[in-house]
């Protein structure tokens, strides 16, 4: 009796072992040999004993990694890499599922180092991201590859960059911090012989805070960003295909006034732009640029060219060669439409004056304020258009008289404190 009782125990505790055994590594390289597999390896180390809270119960896993063919047509030789988990029944031992913890691509022709740092630099916006891209001082400390690691094929479609850098940053009105960082950046494109495209997506993966900087509240706010050296160079660039127009130095505010009206009536729509960056005052431009519009800046510019050339019934239609005055003073000109029922408003003022003695001197005429108005509706439209050539403008000899200087471009100058007036500066729909 003593003898089966023994045998039992015996039996059930062999029962125990073989139900918790670990799957040899033999028997998981034999498992993951899917068609397809070129190559298989497992990752050092042992089978470890994990918890599933999905499934309420244990399991085996063991790291491994496979490769096979990627199955791209333009690239035949290239392969994937597949790293993950081998996961087995931590009762029976079986093969359950593999678990993808990465891919990675080889064999498919990538940028050069120096093309990738191109791309990186290329767009620093993308690659740091808005706020690091709007608040950094200065230029980059750097911006390298770590020395272990590259590129990254995730699809071919999809390049992972890894990165270093460091720099400083703005933190406060008067103090900087300056930081490294370990990026990963992420390019795409459509396709795998496609161009890559405009967004790129950083991924912070550690920031290191290091030294404070303190500087002079005045001190600090002049110091450059990325982001606005940036926006300096697109303004430039822009500024520069713009129409050469050669501004006239005009003697009075009346003279300007007048070469004006006749750039808004008859010149297309990139001398108009070219001129105006010309005579517009210094508050129209963000602080230190002659070249870059505020945003408020560029929406009434944008709205000054929809007046003068993108509307069904142009500004230049509407008024006079020589319209008469509603108002004027101390360079203010409020200037009637053909039909005086609308008027548009100017004012100069003397710009690019230095201090002599408590007094501004030099200088050049200005526009610090355009109000452009114009009728849109149908209806209005349809009314001006029905006078008979030469009604209109009677006073100038007809509304077909030529302007003389709009071929070539016009010009003006004076001062600036357009942001602080309060007003729409242009409204195509007020009536003023």
Not at 22 to 31: G, I
Not at 35 to 54: F, N, Q
């Amino acid at each position: 009796m003593r003898a089966r009782y023994v045998l039992l125990t015996a039996a059930i505790s062999l029962c125990a072992v073989a139900a918790h055994a670990q799957p040899s590594d033999a028997q998981v390289l034999k498992d993951i040999s899917w068609p397809g597999v070129i190559r298989k390896e497992l990752r050092p180390g042992t089978i470890k004993k994990v918890w599933s809270d999905a499934n309420s119960q244990y399991y085996w896993d063991r790291a491994c990694v496979v490769w096979r063919n990627a199955n791209i047509p333009e690239y035949p030789n290239a392969q994937i890499e597949v790293g993950g988990f081998a996961r087995y029944s931590y009762v029976t031992n079986t093969y359950q599922d593999f678990l993808t913890t990465y891919n990675s691509y080889t064999g498919i022709p990538g940028p050069s180092k120096d093309e990738v740092m191109g791309m990186l630099r290329g767009n620093l916006r993308g690659a740091l991201g808005e706020y690091k891209f709007n608040s950094i001082v200065g230029d980059l400390h750097y911006l390298r590859f770590p020395e272990e690691g590259g590129p990254i094929w995730d699809s071919p479609t999809h390049l992972t960059v890894p990165v270093e850098t460091a720099y400083e940053r703005k933190e406060g009105p008067t103090w900087t911090v300056v930081y490294t960082d370990r990026l990963l950046v992420h390019f795409y494109r459509d396709a795998i012989n496609a161009p890559w495209k405009d967004n790129v997506i950083s991924e912070e993966k550690e920031s290191t805070r290091g030294e404070r900087k303190e500087y002079a509240e005045w001190e600090l706010k002049k110091k450059p960003t990325l982001g606005s050296v940036s926006a300096e160079r697109q303004a430039q660039a822009a500024a520069a295909s713009l129409p050469v127009v050669n501004v006239p130095a005009f003697a009075t505010d009346r003279e300007a006034m007048q070469y004006t009206v006749d750039i808004l009536r008859t010149a297309d729509e990139q001398r108009i732009r070219a001129y105006l960056m010309q005579v517009l005052a210094a508050g129209w431009f963000v602080e230190g640029s002659t070249t870059q519009l505020s945003p408020q800046a560029q929406e009434w510019m944008n709205s000054i060219l929809q007046v003068c050339c993108r509307s069904q019934m142009n500004w230049g239609e509407q008024y006079c060669a020589r319209p008469a005055e509603k108002e004027y003073y101390n360079g203010q000109f409020s200037l009637w439409n053909k039909v005086k029922d609308k008027a548009s408003r100017f004012v100069w003022e003397k710009g690019g004056t230095t201090w002599r003695n408590g007094q501004q001197v030099g200088g050049s005429w200005k526009l610090s304020t355009i109000e452009v108005y114009i009728h849109v509706s149908e209806n209005d439209i349809a009314r001006l258009r029905s006078y008979e050539p030469g009604y209109l403008c009677r006073e100038e000899g007809g509304e077909q008289q030529a302007a003389g200087p709009a071929a070539t471009g016009a010009g003006a100058s004076g001062g600036a404190t357009l942001l602080e007036r309060g007003k729409g500066l242009v409204n195509k729909l007020a009536t003023p």
